[in-house]
């Protein structure tokens, strides 16, 4: 379906609010003149496009990831090692060099020229690069964005930088490289992009959800970003702890004896002049990984335990299909009907007006998990939505009684009760719809009044004691 209305003289729409367009593409031109008015402001007239100055000698430059220029890139993060490629012509002189300067484009207020020096062997700084050998018309330049350039963005009041080059050789004076600035390289103060992945996918160990937390620490220690509580608990500033907090809090508040058995070390963290430390009592990773492979594994049967290994791996799996490749869709978090609760996959569709109907949008697919990390609000969404998966209610339905019983008992009663408690609420019912009636009878069948007994016993301590 497409309107097209074409008027001549002049032509006025007056409407009241507001007015919404759902479109791919949005186009308006004016002759000399346009004027829209915007949440980021209002924009008069012609952007400004890119000058291109003509060069004797240089070419091209193009920031890449490899020292071969086979990837091209205009963003990177504090920390990467990346590389300048610059493609000159007519240079034959031997040992001819090339001057050039890194700056930061600052947007028409004075770029702000960043000094360079080099690197001795002992990793202590050497003195300034301001030249580059040319060698068959080329020069590559490894830069490595070192930890400086994080205050620097700091002093700048921004997250992020532009670098691009500024070079002279013969009559051709500080031409900047690349020759467009659509083409410079946006440096962030920290890196927002999941790539590694746990243990080569070898998953199903609780260490994962340590890995996780350390890769992001790893990843974000120049910034104020926190990572997801899921993984290793909440941050919590060391100065506001107190010496009955440690004790209280730290492994027990919420996990019971089990956590006290665990060996792993919770090291402080320094951020922006603050020292924090996770709180892995507050996680839901960690947390149920080691009270279901510790606790609850043994007493399950060997039915219950090989599905109980299975679903480990199924949850570390999915959750790396989001952050890592951006592409998980649930299965089961499709049943609900609307009035309870939209399902976690509307958050991918959109609505075409040419069938009248939601279809599934691989681009919104991949805005959701785009920097998914930094909303704890939405990534508790996406990793709850991963348990009724992972947990395969067509498998789940095959197990005995008593492993029902003993995994359900298994969560805090927090979990049920306290915030939040919608998210596992949901997880039952998604479970629990997809039974087969014909095993709801049998497990019904089989609850004999021992069993009742143990129920009882488990939920009263779990509940008082």
């Known amino acids: ?36 008015t915007a949440a980021n402001g209002t924009l008069f007239g012609t952007p400004k496009k890119d000058e291109v100055r003509k060069s004797n000698y240089f070419k091209e430059g193009i920031w890449c990831s490899d020292a071969e220029g086979t990837n091209t890139i205009t963003q990177a993060a504090i920390g990467q090692v990346v590389y300048f490629h610059i493609k000159t012509q007519d240079i034959t002189a031997p040992n001819a060099k090339v001057q050039l ?30 030249e580059k050998s040319v060698t068959n018309n080329k020069i590559v330049y490894n830069l490595t964005l070192s930890d400086g350039l994080a205050g620097f963005i700091e002093d700048d009041f921004g997250d992020e930088i532009e670098l691009f080059f500024q070079c002279s050789y013969g009559e051709d004076t ?45 990843r974000h220690k120049n910034c104020g970003h926190m990572p997801p509580v899921y993984y290793f608990g909440e941050m919590r500033k060391v100065s506001s702890w107190s010496v009955i907090d440690d004790i209280n809090e730290w492994w027990t508040l919420s996990l019971t004896e089990e956590m006290k058995k665990v060996s792993v070390s919770v090291l402080e963290i320094e951020k922006q002049g603050n020292k924090y430390k996770p709180v892995p009592s507050l996680s839901y990773g960690f ?56 399902n976690f996959n509307d958050n991918f569709e959109r609505y075409d007006w040419d069938t009248w109907s939601y279809i599934f949008d691989q681009e919104k697919q991949k805005q959701y998990y785009t920097n998914i990390e930094l909303d704890n609000n ?51 019912i998604l479970v629990g719809t997809n039974y087969n009636m014909n095993e709801i009878r049998r497990l019904i069948g089989e609850f004999n009044s021992e069993e009742i007994k143990i129920f009882l016993d488990e939920l009263w301590e779990n509940i008082f004691n």
């Open 1 to 36: 379906m497409s309107i097209i209305r074409i008027t001549e003289g002049t032509h006025t729409t007056e409407i009241e609010g507001s007015w919404t367009v759902f479109t791919d593409t949005f186009e308006a031109y004016a002759g000399q003149f346009s004027h829209f």
């Open 287 to 342: 947390k149920y990984c080691t009270r279901f492979s510790r606790v609850l594994m043994p007493k399950l049967t060997a039915r219950g335990q090989a599905w109980l290994t299975e679903s480990k791996i199924k949850l570390q799996e999915f959750m790396e299909k989001g952050v890592i490749e951006k592409t998980y869709a649930a299965i089961y978090d499709t049943m609900l009907v609307d009035e309870l609760e939209d």
């Open 101 to 130: 300067q890194l700056y930061d484009e600052d947007g028409g207020a004075g770029d702000d020229l960043i000094n360079v020096r080099e690197v001795r062997q002992d990793g202590s700084l050497g003195e300034l690069i301001t």
């Open 378 to 428: 939405r990534f508790q969404e996406f990793a709850f939505a991963t348990h009724p998966d992972a947990y395969n209610p067509m498998k789940m339905q095959k197990l005995p009684l008593e492993d029902l019983i003993r995994v359900a008992l298994t969560p805090d009663l927090k979990e049920w009760f306290g915030e939040g408690w919608w998210m596992t609420l949901k997880q039952a």
């Open 174 to 218: 500080n031409v900047k490289l690349p020759l467009l600035q659509s083409l410079y390289l946006k440096v962030e103060i920290c890196d927002k992009s999941v790539v590694q992945n746990f243990n080569n996918r070898q998953y199903g160990s609780c260490d994962f959800y340590r890995f996780r937390y350390d890769d992001f620490m790893r």
